[in-house]
């Protein structure tokens, strides 16, 4: 068999290449201009190539990028304090490079914690919490990871949003139940209050940690800094990535400090985790972040999104957090065709299920933006009407 590209076929063939973003807008290789209402899966919530994190990057570059985690560096736990204070502190952080890892870390803090026995993690059925192996078998979408079994054990899937479903599975061979508080990959499924508050109680009755996946839905694209923060309760562990480092690859494991005592020198390690580029693009995101007050702005953007996704009579149903927002399609129009012709017209969005789209514009976006983005929708759904 011949290869057709020096890349391994795991996605689909690319429609475009991208060459260069600025704000919420891509350029092709072809000099095309789009406008970008994905950011790279809900990861560039500061827009492309924003001058704070690009000046704090070329700083670090120029000062110190590596140096192992055998020695201290600076702008790391300068980073793991304001997320410690964001998430209500009292916790400790552990850097990773991905969202995976840092629920690989926080998989394996709840078993170091529990000790034998004490190791099973259960999550939602329709979740997703990555692609390596253990966190792949925490994933509850069983055609993910058919293929590659066997898989670590130690892991239960339940119905979710369904609090009776969790306590049944809930023995005394559980460490920590794991979900995320909107079902990003699922489909945009956002938890019930009295879901994450019932998983609150039952965890504080069992002595269970409750951990909450936040790589999609952390760091104020939700409306809230965190997304749990909807529903006033505190978990034990959180786990963020994928904005917080705006497209630079940097993720966290954060623990309460009685849960994150549980490991000690040698538990767990990492070679780039926290490393100072990394941390030095976090610190500058954070520092936008806060300065821009973006859970707020997200709260407001996404109202206006979401409003303007339903008056579309294409849409069904609207459905999501803040700026993670899916628009159901009415009966019969294919997600994925409608996100194609959406792409030819110039606007990047997913198909997140086969009849759903997925819409996470940066947190900066604008009343003209969405706006725009409405047009190009419109045109896209009369562009596919108008092939079947
Ligand atoms: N957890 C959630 C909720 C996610 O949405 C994702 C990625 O989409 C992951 C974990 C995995 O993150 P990564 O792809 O950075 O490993």
């Given at each position: 068999?011949?290869?057709?590209?020096?890349?391994?076929?795991?996605?689909p063939p690319p429609a475009v290449t991208f060459v260069k973003g600025k704000g919420a807008r891509l350029w092709d290789d072809e000099g095309n201009e789009y406008l970008d209402f994905l950011s790279g899966l809900a990861v560039t919530g500061l827009g492309h190539s924003h001058p704070a994190v690009a000046q704090a990057l070329a700083i670090q570059a120029q000062t110190l990028v590596h140096t192992s985690n055998l020695f201290g560096t600076l702008p790391g736990p300068e980073v793991a304090g304001t997320l410690d204070r964001l998430l209500g502190g009292g916790g400790q952080v552990f850097f990773t490079n991905s969202g995976a890892e840092a629920n690989e870390c926080a998989i394996k803090l709840a078993r170091k914690w529990g000790g034998r026995g004490k190791h099973v993690v259960v999550s939602a059925l329709g979740s997703f919490?990555?692609?390596?192996?253990?966190?792949?078998?925490?994933?509850?979408?069983?055609?993910?990871?058919?293929?590659?079994?066997?898989l670590p054990e130690g892991?239960?899937?339940?119905?979710?949003?369904?609090?009776?479903?969790?306590?049944?599975?809930?023995?005394?061979?559980?460490?920590?139940?794991?979900?995320?508080?909107?079902?990003?990959?699922?489909?945009?499924?956002?938890?019930?209050?009295?879901?994450?508050?019932?998983?609150?109680?039952?965890?504080?009755?069992?002595?269970?940690?409750?951990?909450?996946?936040?790589?999609q839905t952390g760091l104020g694209r939700t409306g809230e800094w965190f997304g749990h923060q909807h529903f006033g309760v505190v978990p034990d562990v959180v786990t963020t990535a994928?904005?917080?480092?705006?497209?630079?690859?940097?993720?966290?494991?954060?623990?309460?400090?009685?849960?994150?005592?549980?490991?000690?020198?040698?538990?767990?390690?990492?070679?780039?985790?926290?490393?100072?580029?990394?941390?030095?693009?976090?610190?500058?995101?954070?520092?936008?972040m806060e300065a821009e007050d973006v859970p707020t702005r997200a709260a407001k953007a996404g109202a206006t999104l979401t409003a303007a996704l339903a008056a579309d009579p294409h849409v069904a149903e609207v459905r999501g957090l803040g700026l993670l927002v899916a628009a159901q399609l009415v009966d019969g129009l294919d997600a994925g065709l409608v996100a194609k012709a959406a792409l030819e017209q110039g606007l990047v969005v997913n198909a997140v299920t086969p009849t759903a789209l997925r819409l996470a514009p940066?947190?900066?976006?604008?009343?003209?933006?969405?706006?725009?983005?409405?047009?190009?929708?419109?045109?896209?759904?009369?562009?596919?009407?108008?092939?079947a």
């Open positions: 068999m011949t290869a057709t590209s020096p890349l391994m076929p795991t996605y919490h990555g692609r390596t192996l253990a966190t792949l078998h925490a994933t509850g979408q069983p055609q993910k990871w058919e293929a590659f079994q066997p892991f239960r899937h339940v119905a979710w949003n369904d609090l009776d479903a969790l306590e049944g599975a809930l023995d005394p061979s559980v460490a920590a139940v794991l979900v995320e508080p909107v079902q990003g990959e699922g489909g945009v499924n956002p938890a019930t209050s009295e879901y994450f508050q019932g998983i609150r109680r039952l965890c504080d009755e069992r002595g269970i940690l409750f951990m909450v996946d936040e790589v994928k904005a917080l480092g705006n497209g630079v690859p940097i993720g966290a494991c954060w623990a309460k400090a009685e849960v994150a005592w549980a490991f000690q020198p040698g538990d767990h390690a990492t070679t780039y985790g926290g490393q100072p580029l990394a941390a030095a693009a976090a610190r500058a995101v954070l520092a936008v940066n947190l900066l976006v604008t009343d003209e933006e969405i706006a725009e983005a409405c047009e190009k929708l419109a045109a896209a759904y009369a562009a596919v009407e108008a092939s």
